[in-house]
């Protein structure tokens, strides 16, 4: 290269103290040519962790840093081309999508970008239905967008496509009753009713259960729904074939019927036991012959029948420095059941609400291997944990209402030279490159692992492509393709100079959270501090051309360093901080399974301080005036007792006072006198008609609408429950067991000189 571009200036990290940006990171631009870049794949949906792929295997190993994609692929998007052609145009060779980076040998043939046959291109494809105009086979939209739909023809199919078809499975133990869940959930079903995804061929059903087994007969014609119970949990059967699941048109007055009594019926329950296995078996050969979506809604840890658990935790374990036991399941009685609801079209969605263990690592699996996915409310109670019930309520609505694929595959193909050899997120890999997805979600994300087992000689560019084949809620079979362009680089300085960090961390977060439980979580953390010293390394010996001491870093991984230690500090990873298994297994399940830049807010939350917003660098959004305060280092210095900060997590929110926290901020946002005053567990901000008050709700609640999620608020404060939850994510800090961030510099730089 003639200059060193920015990515590349050297940053001595033990020098330069203030390297977080003070606003969100974009992802690195690849270093193409203009007209490729200008059409390539919005790195919200697909981006790689090197935008410059290396030439050949030797030359990546010798960088140390991870090859991989990480995935959006079903996001809600603003604007999506979508095309209705009788001929989907793809490679004769490798059945790849035509696309914007394919080349035009002339107006009538094209060279695949991933295998490089040359195609002849269908007289079809000569017509241009946007501009209407003929012969010009590059315009078309399939050629002029990364990303686009196409209404699949019959031979997408195996069958017809399936309706959209719901089952809610409902723990009704006493322990569940007490949780008060009941309550809220056919409330929600109640008010959403209308607005689930389907066409008049959706179909609805319920089954509860303790010990034994309940299901509803909700036929057409009955005066109210008739609950019928089978209590030989050891071999289940359906009591009537046809009417436990039921077309929701026809049949809503019963549904509602339901719901409304739903949370009454079990009132007085004195079940204790939760006949778990048994419930999903029954639902398992209710749903086989359509597929659909399992909803299961558990409480406690199943302790009856078929895939009964035992309490596995040891609470004296939970901050052993160590070798934390029990991070891979017990029974593979829930993942077995997965592969067969997968093979059905069946996911499964887990709802966890269980103050007590419910071992996570064995029921996650039936979510994790059907594609489903798992959401978790600790300690959730109806009275004591409000934040809780707002959270449940809130992700339920988006839970019902967002949109859903059925029986769906996506296969990932990469330009020749190129293989992916490990997938991470919620699926089943049925072959090589194909995932099976009983169900898609446009809240899932997806990462892969990549090697280069053929040089890439000669080759200027790559490219990635995702395709995605569902059927949506009306009935259709739909492809959604996403295609990715980067440049190939035969240097390890240009290797260096196109690291996208953001993207290499939540990569090394997935294989991670696999060495935790394949290997151990020592291994894990070792293998995640290593990667950091390796790179580092690599990049001291084989790209800097003049050695000075420090610990040097290039620009675009100047934050690596942080970003590793604050996974090593995240709930997944961390030792010497009390955690609870299943929390721990669920942090896990999240790094895996949330998309890069939600994934991101939990491994490094975002402090914000809050009681002096201003209008200053403000946006616009909707006519309402959003405040960008800078994002601040996470470290109790950073903090100030005369202020309030916020604290974006992810998936929670803190927002601490200061305790001589100015009067102004605590009568205008708070709605309170004074510091002692803030009541304990205050978790809505008071609607108050102040400047103060509106900017700092409108700030909150951009955050909260740039999320599919609902991320619940906490106000801190000194004697607060959760205050040691924040604290604890003041990652640059040192802990009685962990070191500060510079102290985990002077350890980088010590491995690196060795
Ligand atoms: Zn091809």
Request: hydrophobic fraction near 40%.
């Amino acid at each position: 290269q003639s200059s060193t571009p920015e990515a590349l200036r050297v940053v001595n990290l033990l020098h330069e103290r203030n390297l977080l940006p003070p606003s969100p990171m974009p992802a690195p631009t690849p270093c193409l040519p203009q007209d490729l870049q200008k059409i390539n794949c919005n790195p919200e949906v697909f981006r790689s962790t090197l935008t410059s792929i290396p030439q050949t295997q030797s030359l990546l190993n010798k960088a140390k840093m991870p090859l991989g994609l990480l995935l959006h692929p079903f996001k809600d998007l603003s604007q999506l081309p979508v095309v209705t052609s009788s001929t989907i145009v793809r490679c004769r060779s490798c059945r790849t999508y035509i696309n914007p980076f394919v080349s035009f040998l002339d107006q009538r043939r094209w060279k695949c970008n991933l295998c490089y046959r040359v195609n002849d291109v269908p007289e079809e494809f000569m017509y241009n239905p946007v501009s209407r105009s003929y012969g010009e086979p590059h315009k078309r939209p399939e050629v002029q967008n990364a990303t686009i739909e196409f209404i699949a023809p019959s031979e997408y199919m195996l069958r017809p496509p399936q309706p959209a078809v719901y089952l809610f499975i409902l723990d009704v133990s006493h322990n569940a009753v007490e949780t008060g869940y009941l309550s809220v959930f056919c409330q929600s079903l109640l008010d959403n009713i209308n607005a689930l995804p389907g066409d008049s061929r959706t179909k609805v059903g319920f089954i509860t259960f303790d010990s034994t087994i309940h299901f509803y007969n909700l036929q057409e014609g009955l005066s109210q729904p008739q609950m019928l119970i089978v209590s030989d949990i050891e071999d289940i059967f359906l009591p009537t074939p046809d009417s436990l699941l039921v077309n929701l048109n026809e049949c809503k007055e019963l549904v509602q019927d339901l719901l409304k009594s739903l949370p009454n019926l079990f009132e007085k329950t004195m079940e204790t036991q939760s006949a778990l296995g048994s419930a999903l078996q029954a639902a398992f050969k209710l749903l086989s012959p359509t597929g659909g979506r399992m909803s299961i809604f558990q409480t406690q840890l199943p302790n009856l029948g078929v895939g009964a658990l035992q309490s596995r935790e040891d609470p004296n374990q939970r901050a052993s420095a160590k070798d934390i036991q029990h991070l891979s399941p017990a029974t593979d009685f829930y993942k077995k059941l997965a592969l067969d609801c997968s093979g059905q079209q069946v996911a499964v969605d887990l709802f966890l609400l269980s103050s007590q263990y419910c071992d996570l690592a064995s029921l996650g699996c039936i979510s994790r291997y059907s594609a489903g996915s798992v959401y978790y409310y600790p300690s959730y109670h109806h009275q004591h944990n409000p934040a809780q019930v707002e959270c449940f309520q809130k992700d339920l609505k988006r839970y019902l209402t967002r949109k859903i694929g059925f029986e769906a595959v996506m296969r990932i193909r990469c330009t020749k030279g190129l293989s992916i050899h490990t997938f991470h997120g919620n699926f089943f890999v049925r072959s090589t490159d194909l995932l099976s997805l009983p169900n898609v979600n446009p809240d899932a994300g997806f990462a892969v692992q990549m090697s280069i087992e053929e040089n890439l000689d000669d080759m200027q560019v790559v490219s990635f492509q995702a395709a995605l084949l569902y059927t949506s809620s009306k009935g259709e079979r739909r492809i959604r393709v996403h295609t990715l362009c980067l440049p190939v680089v035969n240097s390890l300085a240009d290797i260096f100079a196109g690291a996208d960090v953001q993207a290499i961390t939540g990569l090394l977060a997935c294989m991670a959270v696999d060495r935790s439980a394949t290997a151990s979580l020592s291994d894990a953390r070792d293998a995640m501090t290593n990667a950091a010293i390796d790179s580092l390394t690599s990049y001291r010996q084989s790209v800097l051309t003049i050695q000075q001491p420090g610990l040097l870093a290039p620009a675009c991984l100047r934050l690596f360093p942080l970003f590793i230690l604050a996974l090593l500090k995240q709930k997944a990873f961390r030792t010497g901080t009390s955690t609870r298994l299943d929390d721990r297994l669920f942090a896990m399940c999240q790094l895996k399974y949330q998309p890069l830049v939600y994934a991101l807010l939990m491994i490094h939350p975002a402090l914000y301080r809050v009681d002096d917003l201003t209008d200053e660098g403000a946006l616009n959004v909707n006519d309402r005036t959003i405040p960008q305060p800078k994002v601040l280092q996470l470290s109790v210095e950073k903090l100030s007792r005369e202020a309030a900060f916020l604290m974006d997590a992810g998936t929670v929110m803190y927002l601490w006072i200061g305790r001589n926290c100015h009067p102004n901020f605590l009568t205008q946002v708070l709605g309170v006198p004074n510091y002692a005053a803030v009541p304990d567990n205050l978790y809505l901000l008071p609607e108050l008609d102040t400047a103060e008050s509106q900017r700092t709700r409108a700030f909150i609640g951009w955050l909260r609408d740039q999320r599919p999620f609902f991320p619940s608020l906490h106000v801190i404060r000194d004697e607060s429950q959760l205050k040691p939850t924040f604290m604890q994510n003041m990652i640059e800090d040192r802990t009685e067991s962990a070191l500060s961030y510079y102290e985990f510099l002077l350890h980088l730089q010590q491995q690196i000189s060795k």
